[in-house]
Nanobody, 115 residues
Framework: QVLLSESGGGLVQAGGSLRLSCAASGNIFGIDVMGWYRQAPGKQRELVAAITSGGNTNYADSVKGRFTISRDNAKKSVFLQMDSLKPEDTAVYYC?????????WGQGTQVTVSS
């Protein structure tokens, strides 16, 4: 079992920045891809950004150039630096990790961007 603890969400004005953090604990051996998803009201959950244990990254087109994902392999933590935030970035953000054949999810953290 992998437990994920997220932090860093909140309310920010458009153009502002937030940094999300997610720390994995429990059975952390074998964790590979770590990432962030988001779900806005009435919409499907979507991938925001992901990073492999080797440092390869993948971003949704809507956040390229504004968000940066990083990780600390030793601490099994993943971070999402969000700059130039827009109202359409408002959503619940979920941390996700892949370990062997399973996915694990955090409880979600609310990000609200006011115009």
């Amino acid at each position: 079992q992998v437990l994920l603890s997220e932090s860093g969400g909140g309310l920010v004005q458009a153009g502002g920045s937030l940094r999300l953090s997610c720390a994995a604990s429990g059975n952390i051996f074998g964790i590979d891809v770590m990432g962030w998803y988001r779900q806005a009201p009435g919409k499907q959950r979507e991938l925001v950004a992901a990073i492999t244990s080797g440092g390869n990254t993948n971003y949704a087109d809507s956040v390229k150039g504004r968000f940066t994902i990083s990780r600390d392999n030793a601490k099994k933590s993943v971070f999402l630096q969000m700059d130039s935030l827009k109202p359409e970035d408002t959503a619940v953000y979920y941390c996700n990790v892949a370990r062997f054949t399973r996915d694990y999810w955090g409880q979600g953290t609310q990000v609200t961007v006011s115009s």
